[in-house]
């Protein structure tokens, strides 16, 4: 079993910045992605970053592209999403999540999700 927990959400105003991680335990050699998801209120939940866990190749949602990076830290079991240039529209929950598939952007091919941390963009 994949233990994943989020933290690092808050209230932040319009054009600041966060940075959310998301530490990972248990087994983790059969998960080849880790991924950042983000739930509003009244909406599905929505694709928002991947990263392969080895090689490190990542995908982006068009509407968050340039303004959130994901990255990873191996030797730390961790993942980060460093948000900057944040909007009122950024306002959700996020998830982390791991999957056993090559950084797919659907929620269906994730296996592991977190708890989530919520972020706040205020205007």
């Known amino acids: 079993q994949v233990q994943l927990v989020e933290s690092g959400g808050g209230l932040v105003q319009a054009g600041g910045s966060l940075r959310l991680s998301c530490a990972a335990s248990g087994r983790m050699s059969s998960v080849y992605a880790m991924a950042w998801f983000r739930q509003a209120p009244g909406k599905e939940r929505q694709f928002v970053a991947a990263?392969?866990?080895?090689?490190?190749?990542?995908k982006y949602a068009d509407s968050v592209a340039g303004r959130l990076t994901i990255s990873r830290d191996n030797a730390k079991n961790t993942v980060y999403l460093q948000m900057s240039s944040l909007k009122p529209e950024d306002t959700a929950v996020y998830y982390c999540?791991?999957?056993?598939?090559?950084?797919?952007?659907?929620?269906?091919?994730?296996?592991?999700w977190g708890q989530g941390t919520q972020v706040t963009v205020s205007s």
């Open positions: 999540a791991g999957s056993h598939y090559s950084v797919p952007r659907g929620e269906t091919l994730y296996s592991y």
């Open positions: 990263i392969n866990w080895n090689g490190g190749s990542t």
